[in-house]
């Protein structure tokens, strides 16, 4: 079974904690969904290292506009604040889903 790589990006040090309970939602969410998963958390400032180095499948970011964070465009890259709130949770993991159904 593939495992999938997931990045969960927040601002600073001291948003790990959400970031940390969004890699958590993502990686049980999606396994309820029959994906395997493998969530890992980072800021801003090591987003670039880890996308060349860890080359994640999709990526979720806790701030800001993707625009802003010069990730390229073949990294789908998805608005995860749902995934804290739980508030329009489901359309962001069917998004995630479609998404990694494409790369299997």
């Known amino acids: 079974m593939k495992t999938?790589?997931?990045?969960?990006?927040?601002?600073?040090?001291t948003g790990g904690w959400t970031s940390k309970i969004a890699a958590d939602r993502v990686?049980?969410?999606?396994?309820?969904?029959?994906?395997?998963?493998e969530a890992k958390t980072c800021m801003v400032?090591?987003?670039?290292v880890l996308i060349d180095s860890w080359k994640p499948d999709a990526i979720v970011t806790l701030i800001g506009q993707a625009s802003d964070l010069e990730i390229p465009k073949e990294v789908p890259v998805f608005n995860?604040?749902?995934?804290?709130?739980?508030?329009?949770?489901?359309?962001?993991l069917n998004q995630l889903v479609e998404v990694l159904k494409k790369k299997s």
């Open 4 to 13: 999938y790589r997931i990045l969960v990006v927040t601002g600073v040090g």
């Open 45 to 48: 400032a090591d987003l670039k």
């Open 27 to 37: 990686r049980e969410e999606l396994g309820k969904r029959g994906f395997q998963v």
């Open 80 to 92: 995860g604040i749902s995934l804290i709130s739980g508030v329009g949770m489901e359309p962001l």
